[in-house]
């Protein structure tokens, strides 16, 4: 699976929009991109995944540049409890996910 | 549906001893995959299980095992426990090629 670069730390504040950069380089054409969030010692939680197109769902939107590269995760209205370590995963198989360091948004009143 | 499952929640052990892990994933699941997270590693790919075979290994030692049964629930175990190997243990189960669904995860303390 591709390697992933995520910055280590990022604020933003509550009810604003949350943009949550990812760089995937090394991505392969059939690798998708997943988000996943993780809440202070509970499972990863699921956000979204895309492979060429931008996605949207009720929690966020994906947007990944033309060439695949790269990727943002944007949390539209950001609350607190939205405070958690996001991951950028890039894969082909669903069973094996292979996680980076994250990004640990805090979001602050 | 229900999410997966994981018990135990926490586990007390001590250096030398063994342990065994169980994960139900949910229903219809047939990829179980386990992790452990650490501190100083960060979350880990341990292995994964797909219709009781092993599809994808991890870079951890023989002490590690798992299986899976017929009905896709999942065990782990490791022996001759480390006092480096208390950890958050994970498990996820997924349909195909689509997301992956965490457990809440088991806490092992090796003391």
């Known amino acids: 699976d591709a390697k992933t670069t995520q910055p280590p730390s990022m604020d933003c504040a509550e009810g604003r929009a949350a943009n949550l950069p990812c760089n995937h380089s090394?991505?392969?054409?059939?690798?998708?991109v997943y988000w996943y969030r993780q809440i202070h010692s509970q499972g990863p939680q699921y956000i979204i995944h895309?492979?060429?197109n931008n996605e949207t769902n009720e929690m966020a939107s994906l947007i990944i540049t033309e060439d695949r590269k790269s990727s943002t995760l944007i949390l539209p209205h950001a609350t607190l409890r939205d405070t958690a370590v996001y991951y950028c995963?890039?894969?082909?198989?669903?069973?094996?996910?292979?996680f980076g360091d994250g990004t640990t948004l805090t979001v602050k009143p | 549906k229900a999410g997966v499952t994981q018990t135990p929640r926490y586990l007390i052990k001590t250096r030398g001893q063994q342990v065994t892990l169980s994960c139900s994933p949910i229903?219809?699941?047939?990829?179980v995959s386990w992790y452990q997270q650490t501190p100083g590693q960060g979350l880990q790919f341990l292995f994964e299980?797909?219709?009781?075979?092993?599809?994808n290994k991890g870079n951890f030692p023989g002490r590690f095992s798992g299986r899976q049964f017929s009905n896709s629930r999942s065990e782990m175990n490791v022996s001759t426990l480390e006092l480096g190997d208390s950890a958050l243990y994970l498990c996820?189960?997924?349909?195909?090629?689509?997301?992956?669904?965490f457990g809440p995860g088991t806490r092992l303390t090796v003391l």
């Open positions: 996820a189960s997924s349909g195909g090629l689509e997301e992956q669904f």
């Open positions: 995963i890039v894969r082909a198989n669903a069973g094996k996910s292979t």
């Open positions: 299980y797909f219709s009781e075979t092993q599809r």
């Open positions: 229903s219809g699941h047939r990829s």
């Open positions: 895309g492979l060429k």
């Open positions: 090394t991505i392969s054409g059939n690798e998708y």
